[in-house]
């Protein structure tokens, strides 16, 4: 049996207790000869600063780069507010993205049934949701040059973020999205903002001859990013696959993540390309909530994202689909059950911890196997 080799990064905030849920998970499958996965532990964030002062060691980098996949948990809070720009603790988030080449970000946005009243928006709106919105990650305005602050004198200063998509990065994100999509529904909704920045001219037009060009099965609308958000909380369900840039990305699959009762539920993947010779990709999974630092340490943290994010490691990493689908089926059940953590609790369901919700996830999950 091959050993694959997982870099667990707990991070800060609630990122150690979700963790350690997933921990438990991999123990179990360790335990019933299941798969055989070899751990290594690393600090990134605020932990990475308070030890190395950096927001992420090189020998956690190394480590990153040796490892089959990286789960991640979480990173900052006030405690770091005041820290220098270049080692704040998302910097090492976006260090791991950038030198990884992690640049296809997936996340999935699923409204569990039992969880359809905690949406904010009506049942009949969300009942059985499920889409995927593709984010490109290394890419845009959050890594285009330059990137300044200007003192312009009298008491003025100005900054500059600067968007920059070159061809093959919208190309390989659009591949991304169109084979999902035939796996899925078979429909990509591309969304930009072609009417009022180049870079939108740049990606509808990629975008268009990819589809052209490999994917005439596929169905491909296109659709301005910010009337693509009104429509994502007016009528969700339309959508199948919604791929765009990194900066609407990031606004769009939080928008998408309410629909769902909590970001609490969330989980993400983050791929690069496969290797022609291994047939691997580097990758890295993380729930899309923060660190939550008002509630560390309480036991009030929902795991269910951090455990769906190792399922999509077991999905898209190790090619152990059927067992992903084992884990979601396991936290469906607990849901239906009416257990509850904190963030996603309502009238007439029973509270849970952190650690609570865990152990219910994993009983439902040996049912499963047994």
């Known amino acids: 049996m091959a050993t694959h080799k997982l870099l667990l990064l707990p991070g800060d905030g609630i990122g150690p207790e979700v963790m350690g849920e997933v921990q438990r998970l991999i123990d179990w499958i360790n335990a019933q000869g299941i798969a055989k996965f070899e751990t290594e532990q690393g600090l990134v964030g605020g932990s990475a600063y308070d030890a190395h002062k950096v927001s992420i060691s090189e020998g ?7 490892a089959d996949a990286i789960i991640f948990g979480a990173v900052g809070g006030p405690k770091w507010d005041s820290v220098p720009y270049e080692v704040r603790p998302e910097a090492g988030l976006l260090r791991l993205r950038k030198d990884l080449g992690l640049f296809a970000n997936l996340r999935p946005a699923v409204c569990y049934p039992a969880l359809a009243e905690a949406s904010s928006l009506k049942r ?10 593709v984010r490109e990650l290394t890419g845009g305005v959050y890594f285009g ?19 920059v998509y070159d061809t093959y990065e919208i190309e390989r994100i659009g591949r991304v999205a169109f084979d999902l999509a035939r796996k899925r529904r078979n429909k990509v909704t591309s969304m930009e903002k072609r009417n009022v920045m180049k870079s939108g001219v740049l990606w509808n037009e990629v975008m268009t001859q990819v589809h052209a060009r490999e994917y ?5 609308e296109h659709q301005l990013a910010d009337s693509g958000g009104m429509m994502l909380v007016k009528a969700p369900k339309q959508f199948d696959v ?25 989980p993400s993947a983050s791929l690069g390309e496969i290797d022609a010779k291994t047939k691997k990709r580097r990758s890295l999974f993380e729930p899309v909530h923060g660190s939550a630092p008002d509630i560390a340490g309480k036991g009030l943290a929902n795991p269910i994202a951090m455990i769906s994010s190792f399922g999509m490691a077991l999905r898209y990493s190790f090619d152990m689909g059927a067992l992903a689908d084992k884990v979601d089926a396991a936290i469906a059940a607990v849901l239906a059950s009416g ?24 009983k439902e999950l040996q049912k499963l196997h047994a």
Do not use: H, W, Y
């Open 60 to 66: 956690d980098m190394d480590k990153a780069k040796a």
């Open 124 to 133: 009949e709106a969300v009942e059985g949701l499920d889409i995927m919105i």
């Open 145 to 163: 040059e330059p990137k300044t602050i200007t003192d312009l004198g009298n008491g003025q200063k100005r900054a500059i973020d600067t968007q």
């Open 216 to 220: 005439k099965d596929v169905t491909l």
């Open 242 to 266: 919604i791929v765009t840039d990194n900066l609407f990305g990031d606004m769009l699959s939080d928008i998408a993540a309410m629909l769902t009762g909590s970001l609490g539920m969330l």
């Open 339 to 362: 257990l509850r953590t904190a963030d996603i609790k309502s009238e007439g369901t029973t509270a849970a911890s952190t650690t609570q919700m865990g152990e219910a996830i994993l």
